[in-house]
């Protein structure tokens, strides 16, 4: 069913997390980023449905984070939460590549698999940093550029058509 997809239950917690991070309901929260880094690879290392493995942790990751900024903008934070869509757009293409190169890498068990972990999340922040930085910051910019309005005169007021419908 379309209202327990799990991406839609991950949208939802996330929907919920904003809320209680404006509510300050987070303050507390602090310890949930390390304990939802190792539910994640627990989880990713054992299995399960998408939500229990991947949603839940992110959600203690997040709520961890959120708590531990504590109304302060610290500068690492505030860039990676600038740059958390070109990051998450570029996830799959590090993962994708990443696969392919481990695969030939001869480390099993939990020494690969931390590895593997290790070089995702820092792969996938870098090329969402650079991808952040080179491409999403200068489309912003060209898109939200102020450009005369079509039919605008040089004073800002809207000009008049000459141009009448009949009837």
Not at 85 to 99: A, C, E, G, K, T
Not at 110 to 134: D, P
Request: proline share 5%.
């Amino acid at each position: 069913m379309l209202l327990t997809h799990p991406i839609l239950l991950e949208f939802g917690a996330g929907l919920l997390l904003a809320e209680a991070c404006r509510n300050g309901a987070l303050s507390r929260l602090g310890f949930l980023l390390p304990l939802g880094v190792l539910a994640l690879c627990i989880g990713s290392y054992i299995g399960g449905p998408r939500v229990v493995v991947y949603g839940i942790p992110a959600c203690a990751i997040v709520a961890g984070a959120l708590a531990l900024e504590g109304g302060t903008r610290r500068s690492t934070l505030k860039l990676l939460g600038d740059a958390s869509y070109s990051i998450y757009l570029m996830h799959p293409l590090v993962l994708f590549v990443l696969r392919r190169v481990i695969a030939h890498v001869p480390l099993g068990g939990w020494l690969g698999f931390t590895l593997f972990i290790t070089l995702a999340l820092s792969g996938s922040i870098i090329a969402g940093l650079i991808v952040h930085r080179f491409v999403e910051k200068p489309l912003a910019r060209l898109l939200t550029r102020k450009r005369p309005l079509i039919g605008r005169s040089s004073r800002g007021t809207t000009e008049q058509s000459s141009l009448q419908l009949s009837e």
